[in-house]
């Protein structure tokens, strides 16, 4: 039987050891701590990670990751409808699905012309919105569904008697034209049409669509 070459361990006679070591960190802790902190929707802090290659390999992973992928979000449209008035304006209603986690929504209007807008939560909670041109962000307050309201001035032009509505949109939605009007002009097929008191509502697939109209009775500016 061969010989084992064994290792002596320190002997310090009758005195005891006292001594103060620090436990090095753990890599798969470290790496996993690591993209916990990235998922995450404020700063985290990492307290005494493992500095090694692997750890340090999944930091230039991450780092590649947020610089070619986008910041996606979680947030869908739920539904979108909108309701021409005589003049023109159009009024835009709208729900979104969000994560609740997502501590802002961000979103587009249809046009930098708007008016009277609102965002409001769960329960007709107010949330609070900042616009900037066509681009809107709105603190969602941890709710997970987002409505919103407001006048565009954007979506409808007029030339002699034939007035324009012209849209493109990423979602199917509704619109419901002004009463005594007459289409004189589609560039898509409807999903569905109807008629609520003497008004045209037109369900549109999602893509660019216009709408020609005319009113079957003058309308009258009060500018002019």
């Known amino acids: 039987m061969a010989e084992m070459n064994l290792w002596r361990a320190p002997y310090r006679g009758a005195q005891?050891?006292?001594?103060?070591?620090?436990?090095?960190?753990?890599k798969s802790a470290t790496n996993r701590a690591l993209i916990l902190a990235a998922l995450a929707s404020s700063p985290s802090t990492l307290r005494k990670p493992l500095h090694s290659r692997d750890s340090s390999l999944m930091v230039a992973g991450l780092i590649m990751i947020s610089i070619v992928l986008p910041i996606q979000s979680l947030a869908s449209t739920r539904s979108l409808d909108l309701i021409i008035y005589q003049d023109g304006t159009t009024h835009v209603s709208?729900?979104?699905?969000?994560?609740p986690l997502d501590p802002d929504l961000s979103i587009k209007v249809f046009g930098p012309d708007i008016d009277n807008f609102v965002a409001s939560g769960e329960n007709d909670t107010l949330l609070?919105?900042?616009?900037?041109?066509t681009d809107v962000k709105i603190d969602t307050f941890d709710s997970s569904q987002i409505f919103i309201e407001y006048d565009t001035h954007d979506l409808v032009s007029k030339e002699g008697r034939i007035w324009t509505f012209s849209l493109d949109s990423e979602v199917d939605y509704t619109v419901l034209l002004p009463k005594n009007t007459v289409i004189v002009g589609m560039s898509n097929l409807p999903v569905n049409m109807e008629t609520i008191n003497d008004q045209n509502k037109i369900h549109?697939?999602?893509?660019?669509?216009e709408i020609n109209y005319v009113f079957s009775n003058p309308v009258i500016n009060p500018e002019n």
Do not use: H, Q
Not at 94 to 99: G, K, R, T
Not at 128 to 133: D, F, H, K, P, R
Not at 204 to 209: A, D, H, V, Y
């Open 204 to 209: 549109l697939p999602s893509g660019e669509s």
């Open 94 to 99: 709208s729900m979104f699905d969000i994560d």
């Open 128 to 133: 609070t919105s900042e616009i900037n041109g």
């Open 16 to 26: 005891p050891i006292s001594a103060t070591i620090e436990i090095p960190g753990s």
